[in-house]
């Protein structure tokens, strides 16, 4: 068996409740006790003029505080195309207001539910966080997903380029999906993810279903099969890649092998800095040394903050500069590695990796005294 990674990343991405709103469905409006940061919003307001991102969160849920500066990325890079961001919290004011008051990057509106009502009327059923809605100019529910999926998913309804009727086939699918999983009907949800996939190769919930089947039955080679046969078709998803590489590591596939997946991928993404600091980071955390994969990962950090653009700041360039980093450390540049990480730690500064940054700077400067010390003891 290849383990349970699939599970549990399939189990995260359960078709969503029967009951809660879905794409094609009338939005109902929000009711908010106060509003923390921002103008009111109210779907009278947006209508005809703007396209609305509400999200379910709350400050307990780590997901949800990874979430928020992807939620600012977004709020900043469709602005001026009338997109704007509402996220919604049923905790009580004083948390929210002390979780808000520090992170400077939420460039968004902040919202108190009102009992829980506007929760209920959206989520029923369904208790999920976070968890995203996409609203169209003429009020209708567009999309329900997760943050990860956001940017490409607003991309395609800014340039009137989403097609909402596919959406609602897919839901409907979704939810036959969700059927024959409860039943754990395999043959089901083989041919129901498969259909799903035909229409959307992109759709993560049938190919994490796939993906549990193959490891239900304990087929990692026809799952590597499957895997190669969605990247022929959309070789953008990095999800994809991601996936190969997991089933790769689950049944010890050699080194050599894996490298391969490492370099088609950087030469799909070769000129996506977001994906190339992700993949940078991934050959890091499962270096396969004695196959290159040191020049590798910092080839590929090196290019991914080449791409960056001269305006670039905050936590974008602050990624880049700690994938960079940690990539000089892993080849023995210890002191090249130093001087990255302190510019990422001032990059980070407001943002919730800030504190992380600073102790993986400590790391490498008690890694540097510590070389120092052990060649001038041989000496």
């Not at 009327?121 to 809605?133: A, E, H, S, V, W």
Request: proline share 4%; with cysteine; aromatic share 10%.
């Amino acid at each position: 068996m290849f383990g349970r990674l699939f599970f549990i990343l399939f189990a995260m991405t359960m078709p969503f409740s029967l009951f809660a709103l879905k794409p094609g469905d009338k939005a109902t409006d929000l009711e908010i006790l106060k509003w923390l940061k921002g103008n009111p919003i109210t779907l009278d307001v947006a209508s005809a003029r703007n396209v609305l991102v509400v999200a379910f969160w709350a400050t307990w849920a780590p997901p949800c505080i990874e979430a928020m500066p992807l939620l600012g990325d977004v709020q900043k890079k469709y602005a001026d195309k009338g997109v704007l961001v509402v996220a919604i919290s049923s905790e009580e004011e004083k948390v929210v207001s002390e979780f808000i008051h520090s992170r400077g990057y939420i460039n968004y509106g902040i919202a108190l539910d009102d009992a829980r009502k506007t929760f209920k009327k959206y989520m029923d059923g369904d208790p999920g966080i976070p968890t995203l809605f996409i609203i169209g100019r003429d009020g209708i529910v567009l999309w329900k997903g997760y943050p990860m999926e956001l940017d490409a998913v607003l991309e395609k309804v800014t340039a009137d380029k989403f097609d909402i009727e596919l959406q609602k086939k897919i839901t409907v699918m979704h939810d036959e999906l969700r059927k024959a999983m409860e039943k754990d009907s395999t043959g089901a949800m083989i041919n129901i993810a498969d259909s799903i996939l035909e229409k959307d190769p992109d759709d993560d919930i049938a190919l994490r279903c796939r993906l549990y089947v193959f490891e239900k039955r304990n087929q990692p080679k026809e799952a590597l099969a499957f895997l190669n046969k969605l990247q022929s078709r959309s070789p953008k998803h990095f999800p994809f890649y991601f996936m190969e590489l997991s089933v790769m590591d689950k049944i010890g596939s050699a080194p050599e092998e894996k490298r391969k997946v490492y370099e088609k991928a950087f030469s799909v993404f070769k000129d996506d800095s977001e994906t190339l600091a992700r993949l940078s980071s991934i050959i890091s955390n499962d270096m396969s040394f004695g196959t290159g994969s040191v020049k590798l990962e910092l080839d590929t950090a090196r290019r991914a903050f080449e791409l960056l653009p001269p305006e670039a700041a905050g936590r974008k360039k602050a990624i880049c500069l700690a994938v960079l980093a940690r990539a000089y450390y892993n080849a023995g540049c210890i002191d090249k590695a130093i001087l990255i990480q302190k510019e990422a730690v001032g990059d980070f500064a407001g943002f919730d990796e800030e504190k992380n940054a600073g102790n993986l700077l400590k790391y490498y400067q008690e890694a540097s005294d510590v070389n120092r010390e052990a060649l001038a003891s041989e000496k």
